[in-house]
T-cell receptor, first 115, second 111 residues
């Protein structure tokens, strides 16, 4: 039973346009959410997070939106750049909070930004 | 600065053989995690070490899997009598705790 779902395995956008990556979750007890980015042959790197008490967190070109009623979050990248091409994972720590180990990850979305 | 390193980067083995995967965490990080990513799947938690506490082994898929962390630093994940379904990328991460920093992974292929 997947608690974190990324239903789009891939997304292709033009350079300069907005990329929107979606994530749905089933456990309303999750305290916060994280996005990781992964290039081929490298480990995932932390990108941005959002607490469940917020509905938006922005860091440069990256903004994450959280809709708790819909149990949905999205990562917006604007403007998209070719270097953003990677697999993006949505993740959430256990509902008990505290240490954020045992992250539950979605299957990832492969973003391709075309020049 | 040195990040998390893992070795080997690739491992091909025959079904039934044992393999050992190594993880060198970031110096000073007290928490260490192992995950694996099978083809077409998300990252799956395997095991967690925090300081001198007993590890959380709840994610290990079978008793063929075990892990050690010696001296609070280097960790070894051992898979005994490998099966084809063990083929995956095995990722190690470390943290203070806090944000997890991942290594590049070991790509394991069991023939």
């Amino acid at each position: 039973d997947q608690q974190v779902k990324q239903n789009s395995p891939s997304l292709s956008v033009q350079e300069g346009r907005i990329s929107i990556l979606n994530c749905d979750y089933t456990n309303s007890m999750f305290d916060y959410f994280l996005w990781y980015k992964k290039y081929p042959a490298e480990g995932p790197t932390f990108l941005i997070s959002i607490s469940s008490i917020k509905d938006k967190n922005e860091d440069g070109r990256f903004t994450v939106f959280l809709n708790k009623s819909a149990k949905h979050l999205s990562l917006h990248i604007v403007p998209s750049q070719p270097g953003d091409s990677a697999v993006y994972f949505c993740a959430a720590p256990p509902e008990s909070g505290g240490s954020n180990y045992k992250l539950t990850f979605g299957k990832g979305t492969l973003l391709t930004v075309n020049p | 600065g040195a990040g998390v390193s893992q070795s080997p980067s690739n491992k091909v083995t025959e079904k039934g053989k044992d393999v050992e995967l190594r993880c060198d965490p970031i110096s000073g990080h007290t928490a260490l995690y192992w995950y694996r990513q099978s083809l077409g799947q998300g990252l799956e938690f395997l095991i967690y070490f925090q300081g001198n506490s007993a590890p959380d082994k709840s994610g290990l898929p079978s008793d063929r899997f075990s892990a050690e962390r010696t001296g609070g630093s280097v960790s070894t994940l051992t898979i005994q009598r490998t099966q084809q379904e063990d083929s995956a990328v095995y990722l190690c991460a470390s943290s203070l705790p806090g944000t997890q920093y991942f290594g590049p992974g070991t790509r394991l292929l069991v023939l």
